[in-house]
């Protein structure tokens, strides 16, 4: 009886023991894996920074790229300004629209238009006077039929063009050519480029068409 009972409290002391020396391990690993987390977020964030140091600097070099020829931002101080090219008359600054040089290469471009508009009538009346009815087949007599249509409508256009050309030249002999009728705003170096009949600016002229769609004037 003695015996037994002598036992019993070391094996309670050895398990208590155990328990206590397992506990510490049990918590070692939690701290472990909460550390590990911080370490990482703190070695992703450099490369975050990195990609939008190089995006910053892109927008830079492509407005450097951008930027105005020299030469052709002053060609225009050597050169007669009928000998000028279009990226020359755009290179040129502000202060000089419709300066001497700008009106003299319009004055050169508008005549050139003309001759090119009267020179193509002379060639589509020469196509007309082509004999369609030797061309035996139906479809194609009827092909070389609407190309002849189509040409027609094209040199009516420039028929029409040729008046305003006429126009043009006049608004230049009185100062009044490159500003919009409406407003007297510039109409814009490159406006007059693709159109040199222009009389309107480009907000004008969509204001106009907005008006004759709303009121079919």
């Given at each position: 009886?003695?015996?037994?009972?002598?036992?019993?409290?070391?094996s309670?002391?050895?398990?208590?023991?155990?328990?206590?020396?397992?506990?510490?391990?049990?918590?070692a690993?939690?701290?472990?894996?909460?550390?590990?987390?911080?370490?990482?977020?703190?070695?992703?964030t450099?490369s975050?920074k990195?990609?939008?140091?190089?995006?910053?600097?892109?927008?830079?070099?492509?407005?450097?790229?951008?930027?105005?020829d020299?030469?052709?931002a002053?060609?225009?101080?050597?050169?007669?300004?009928?000998d000028?090219?279009?990226?020359?008359?755009?290179?040129?600054?502000d202060?000089?629209?419709?300066?001497?040089?700008?009106?003299?290469?319009?004055?050169?471009k508008?005549?050139?238009?003309?001759?090119n508009?009267?020179?193509?009538?002379?060639e589509?009346?020469e196509?007309?006077r082509?004999?369609?009815?030797?061309?035996?087949d139906?479809?194609d007599?009827?092909?070389?039929e609407e190309?002849?249509?189509?040409?027609?409508?094209?040199?009516?256009?420039?028929?029409?063009l040729l008046?305003?050309?006429?126009?043009?030249i006049?608004?230049?002999?009185a100062?009044?050519?490159?500003y919009?009728?409406?407003?007297g705003e510039p109409?814009?170096l490159g406006?007059?480029?693709?159109?040199?009949?222009?009389?309107?600016?480009?907000?004008?002229?969509?204001?106009?068409?907005?008006?004759?769609?709303?009121f079919?004037?």
């Amino acid at each position: 009886m003695t015996k037994t009972s002598a036992k019993t409290p070391a094996s309670s002391t050895a398990t208590a023991s155990g328990a206590a020396t397992a506990a510490p391990k049990a918590r070692a690993k939690p701290a472990a894996k909460v550390s590990s987390p911080a370490d990482d977020s703190t070695a992703a964030t450099p490369s975050l920074k990195k990609p939008s140091a190089k995006a910053d600097i892109a927008p830079m070099n492509a407005a450097k790229s951008t930027a105005t020829d020299p030469k052709l931002a002053s060609a225009w101080k050597s050169k007669a300004g009928k000998d000028l090219t279009e990226p020359e008359l755009l290179a040129m600054p502000d202060s000089e629209y419709m300066g001497e040089k700008q009106l003299e290469f319009f004055r050169a471009k508008l005549p050139a238009q003309k001759d090119n508009f009267l020179s193509n009538a002379g060639e589509t009346t020469e196509h007309l006077r082509e004999d369609t009815s030797i061309v035996p087949d139906p479809a194609d007599r009827a092909t070389i039929e609407e190309e002849h249509a189509l040409e027609l409508r094209t040199r009516d256009r420039e028929r029409k063009l040729l008046k305003k050309i006429s126009q043009s030249i006049s608004r230049i002999d009185a100062g009044d050519y490159g500003y919009c009728d409406e407003t007297g705003e510039p109409i814009g170096l490159g406006r007059l480029l693709a159109r040199p009949t222009a009389t309107l600016s480009l907000e004008a002229q969509q204001r106009r068409e907005m008006k004759q769609k709303m009121f079919g004037d």
